[in-house]
């Protein structure tokens, strides 16, 4: 029987600076539950926006925090034991989330992670893989050979977009802000890069592409760059928005829209629950463990007692990963 725990509960929504970390009791699993160990979770700026209280449909009071990995300590008998990781919008918004150092879930929200990934870079994964497999498989079909576009290339989502893209067998232009951003790339699997600020995304990408274009592109910065993105388009290109957070408002020629046979794709990993996210984890697992994925190459670790810390590192923009190691669950 577990006693109690640690976690980010909160009461009232408010900056990252408020958080503290407190003793809580710790949940039980009900029928067709798991109760999970949590090794490792990850901080994701959809985070910041949770506890800032800009999620209309959260629910008070709550435990933080969407991705985990860790191991089933009760539940199903075929499940314990098992090393797992795990995703969710719902996780840390309409029920408690991760940032704890014990989780209660339903057994189909679980699957088994992949061997080759440490805890933290399991962790890490979630939200940004979630996102790029929801964008390039689900809603766009990338196939062998196209071309991709990935704005935000420098950023988490845009590692886990080009990693997978790449694995699918596309090729792949980044799209960064600067000079800085650049040089944060690692090239291996980036056939060209454009830069925001010297908007030259549709030249690099018909030189890139011998005039052929784009065939996908991802928008996870808004407004600044839907208009080189869509100029970058292929005839038949599909156009992924998963973020507005640099801009909400567009221009749109409809002529230019429908005579391209163009397609625009809104894109919610806050409306896939941890039970649809686990389907995916399980695509992506066998990738990863055959190398065709890589996990994100920097992640910085935080206790959960200083979660408030870790929080603000997202809120500032920082480029690595940022998972909290919540340690030993207190145990009765």
Known sequence: MTSGMRALRITTHGP??????????????GPGEVLI????????????VSVEGRFPQAVLPRILGR???????????????????????DLGITRNGTHAELLVAPAEAVTERPRNLTAEQAAAAGVP???????????????????????????????????????????????????????QLDRARISAVARSDLGDLPAVARETTAGHGIDVALNGVGAPVFKPLLDALARG????????????????????????????????????????????????????????MRPHPL??????????????????????????????????
């Open 16 to 29: 990252p600076a408020t958080l503290r970390a407190s003793d809580v009791p710790a949940p039980e699993p």
């Open 37 to 48: 160990s949590i090794e490792a979770a990850a901080v994701n700026p959809s985070d910041v």
């Open 67 to 89: 991705d985990f990995a860790g191991r089933v300590i009760d539940g199903p008998p075929e499940l314990k034991g098992r090393a797992v990781w795990g995703t969710g919008g």
């Open 129 to 183: 893989a979630l996102t790029a497999w929801t964008c390039l498989v689900d809603s766009a079909n990338v196939q062998p050979g196209e071309w991709v576009a990935v704005s935000g290339a420098a950023g988490a989502v845009g590692w886990a977009a080009v990693e997978l893209a790449a694995a699918r067998g596309a090729k792949v232009i980044a799209l960064v802000k600067d000079a800085a951003e650049a040089g």
């Open 237 to 292: 290109g599909r156009l992924c928005i998963y973020s507005a957070a640099a801009g909400r408002e567009v221009s749109l020629d409809l002529f230019d829209l429908y005579r391209r046979r163009l397609r625009l794709v809104g894109i919610d990993t806050g409306a896939v629950s941890a039970v649809a996210a686990a389907r995916i984890l399980a695509e992506l697992r066998p990738i990863y463990e055959s190398g065709r």
């Open 299 to 332: 992640i910085e670790t935080f206790p959960l007692d200083e979660g408030a810390r870790a929080y603000q590192q997202v809120a500032r923009g920082s480029p690595s990963k940022v998972v909290l190691l919540p340690g030993r669950p207190v145990r009765g």
